[in-house]
């Protein structure tokens, strides 16, 4: 049985990853709000382009935490960023639906976001990632890990270096490798289920222009931030 050890720099990398993503976290809880009320389509598709404006605004922040990223091509940092910024905000969403709430609260909250005014089709896709996540029950240095190493995705459109972001993302994978095998010593599986998870994800980028599109309402509007992370207007 091999002795698996985190080393003292992935300690202190962990330490760094973790205290980003507590600091960097979402003022807002949008849950709350949606438990709440009921909203119609067109305050829902506000509420999601302030609460998506403000996401990737904390989302830099944390990025810009991550030990070596400034060290990166500055054109690169652009492209890892846009290149992650809906998969972030899913795993977000999926990390905020999955939180342990009271009773009764997340059906309720299911049952919202399902009225929101989002369209039909994207639904399944959308509740199987969040369901799948929540399965995993992730401790919150596992979601800072996972969070930095999808911005440490190096085959981003536009990526010059990859390899340097490569090896940024490798030194994150192999902790969080360590990390699972220490979380969940029954479940060797647990670390390819979690890689598993980024690979749905990449299909809720794939759906999301047209997600946004499809919205039950006319006139999207979006916030100047949106639009140059989004692809839209
Ligand atoms: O605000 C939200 N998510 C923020 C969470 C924190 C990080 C930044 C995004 C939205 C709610 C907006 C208001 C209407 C209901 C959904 N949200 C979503 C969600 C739904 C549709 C799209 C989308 N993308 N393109 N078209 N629709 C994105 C996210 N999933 C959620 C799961 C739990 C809690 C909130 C959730």
Known sequence: ???????????????????????HQIPQDVAKKLLQDQYSAEENFLLLTEMATSQVQVLVEFTKNIPGFLSLDHEDQIALLKGSAVEAMFLRSAQVFSRKMPKGHTEVLEARIRKSGISEEFMTPMF?????????????????LLTAITILTPDRPHVKDQHAVERLQESMLDVLRK?????????????????GRLTELRTLNHYH??????WRMNDHKFTPLLCEIWDVQ
């Open 1 to 23: 049985k091999e002795k698996i050890e985190i080393t003292k720099e992935q300690q202190a990398l962990m330490k760094i990853i973790l205290d980003a993503y507590n600091r």
């Open 128 to 144: 199987n990632f969040y369901k799948s996540i929540g399965e995993l029950h992730m401790v919150q240095e596992e979601q800072a």
């Open 179 to 195: 990390l699972c095998a220490l979380q969940h010593p029954q479940e060797p599986q647990y670390f390819a289920r979690l890689l």
């Open 209 to 214: 222009t047209e997600m946004l599109t499809s």
